[in-house]
């Protein structure tokens, strides 16, 4: 029911291009993958996803856990059903947002203790706990409990937190058990390269179909992010797929790719584009600015995307200003398309053997104008 399988390679870099069969579809990687928090892509309809080129979306195990339950989406038919989304779906394991939640939990080798953002309410999730909201959800791709280390940290706490990750990854597998979802180990160890190889080691011991890389984009420089996926590419399973947890900036993609990353996913398309943020491949700018009130030219002149065929920058500035929810929705669709199909380029760019080339070329050309007014 899940395979992983190279279509092409880079030999001068990491770079793969694949396909990872689910039980909704097959995934064609490398992928960006837009977030569904609360089993919905803000702003967006899932038709709409699909006329974009989506392939698959994240859910929030945390917040569906929180509102509405875990029960009545299950009772729905599952996850797909209830937002009426027919592709794969990834869930995360809820590990991030329930330690994001800081003063309001308190971490045990057991589980974690924590309040709810909603309404104050303790409770107390382990392993297994987010095990069975994942297979009631239904996900085609569920990720193992973790623990997610902020930067900087000591290298003593990156250790207990990776000692942890790998103790429950073996209690969410034995507790696993939906055959129709696969169930990803998710690889710790923060900024030190040593802890980083030796937990993907001992998850490979365990054995998950797929492997996510947490502890990343949060807080530390691009050039210490790319060191340690540099130290992890020789190290992770080539026959498996690979998953950078919660990065989307356009350069962290290529780059990633470049180190043999599959699957990516962030909010940063749809959450900047409710605030007039917009990615064109010499960099962003914000719809917002006054500039823009008589720019009657397309966000992006080169771009295909539904929106910049029919609309013009002062026209969503205009949006803006009035304050009309149309705004965030053209933003977020074409900044997803912008995502979606940057990692399609770079698939194409793989299989025809062109890669470095297309690496250069993009990076040159959105760092020369990284910001635009």
């Known amino acids: 029911m899940f395979e992983y399988k190279i279509i092409a390679e880079c030999p001068e870099t990491g770079a793969r291009a694949g396909e990872f ?3 909704h579809g097959v995934i064609q990687t490398p992928v960006f993958m837009p977030v569904g928090t609360q089993a919905t892509v803000k702003a967006m309809a899932p038709h709409e996803l699909e006329e974009i080129g989506v392939q698959i979306i994240l859910g929030n195990t945390y917040h569906l856990y929180m509102r509405p339950g875990a029960e009545i989406i299950d009772e729905a038919g599952g996850l797909h059903r209830f937002m009426q989304w027919h592709h794969p779906i990834l869930t995360d394991s809820g590990g991030f947002q329930v330690f994001s939640l800081a003063d309001l939990r308190k971490i045990t ?4 203790e924590f309040a709810s953002h909603l309404d104050g309410s303790r409770h107390f999730m382990r392993p297994e706990d987010s095990m069975d909201i994942q297979m009631k959800l ?3 791709i569920a ?3 973790d623990e997610c280390v902020v930067w900087p ?3 003593e706490y990156s250790r207990a937190a990776m000692e942890r990750t790998i103790s429950w990854a073996g209690r969410c597998r034995e507790h696993h058990s939906r055959t129709d979802q696969a169930l ?4 710790q160890g923060s900024m030190f390269e040593k802890q980083r190889v030796e937990c993907i080691r001992r998850l490979e011991e365990i054995s998950f179909p797929g492997y ?3 502890g990343l984009s949060v807080g530390e420089s691009h050039d210490e992010m790319y060191r340690i996926l540099d130290v992890l590419n020789p190290e992770m399973p080539k026959n498996k797929p690979r998953y950078l947890m919660g990065v989307g900036f356009p350069t962290n993609l290529v780059e990633g790719v470049a180190r043999g990353i599959d699957m990516f996913d962030c909010v940063l398309p749809t959450r900047n584009g409710r605030n007039g943020g917009v990615l064109v491949r010499t960099g962003k700018m914000n719809l917002k600015n006054h500039d823009y009130a008589r720019d009657f030219t ?4 080169a771009c295909g995307c539904y929106v910049c065929r029919n609309f013009t920058r002062a026209y969503i500035r205009h949006l803006y200003t009035a304050g009309e929810i149309l705004a965030a929705r053209l933003c977020s669709w074409h900044n997803i398309y912008f995502l979606v199909n940057l990692m399609k380029d770079a698939r194409n760019a793989i299989i025809e053997g062109r890669f470095p080339a297309f690496r250069r070329e993009f990076m040159e050309g959105f760092m020369e104008g990284a910001y635009i007014k």
């Open 298 to 301: 397309p966000i992006d002149p």
């Open 21 to 23: 069969t689910t039980p």
């Open 143 to 145: 990720m193992a409990f």
């Open 153 to 155: 940290t000591t290298e």
């Open 109 to 112: 080798d057991d589980g974690v």
């Open 138 to 140: 239904g996900s085609d």
């Open 184 to 187: 990803f180990g998710i690889v």
């Open 212 to 214: 996510g890389i947490g």
